[in-house]
Nanobody, 127 residues
Framework: QVQLVESGGGLVQAGGSLRLSCAAS????????MGWFRQAPGKEREFVAA????????NYANSVEGRFTISRDNAKNAVYLQMNELKPEDTGIYYC????????????????????WGQGTQVTVSS
């Protein structure tokens, strides 16, 4: 069992930066793939970024490639999402997720591939 708690969201102007954190509990967190997803009002949840268990492989949505960076610190049971050059279209609730079926090099991008989810943190980017 893994529990996930996100933090770091807030209101920022376009062009600004935010760093989201995801604190995880559970002994086996360190071997799972981790992902970030987001959901804007009236839209479906979409993939943002993923990282494999040891941080050696990452995957990004085209819309955030080059602006966002996902990382993890297994010693601290944490995953991070550094978001730079934020745009109004980045607004939404950001969710951290753990994929217990992916313990190798995989960095899945489908929400159905993740079985543990946090409660989400709101990110609002003003124009």
């Amino acid at each position: 069992q893994v529990q996930l708690v996100e933090s770091g969201g807030g209101l920022v102007q376009a062009g600004g930066s935010l760093r989201l954190s995801c604190a995880a509990s559970g002994r086996t967190f360190t071997i799972y793939a981790m992902g970030w997803f987001r959901q804007a009002p009236g839209k479906e949840r979409e993939f943002v970024a993923a990282i494999n268990w040891n941080g050696h492989n990452t995957n990004y949505a085209n819309s955030v490639e080059g602006r966002f960076t996902i990382s993890r610190d297994n010693a601290k049971n944490a995953v991070y999402l550094q978001m730079n050059e934020l745009k109004p279209e980045d607004t939404g609730i950001y969710y951290c997720a753990a994929g217990s079926m992916y313990e190798g090099y995989e960095v899945p991008s489908g929400s159905w591939q993740y079985d543990y989810w946090g409660q989400g943190t709101q990110v609002t980017v003003s124009s």
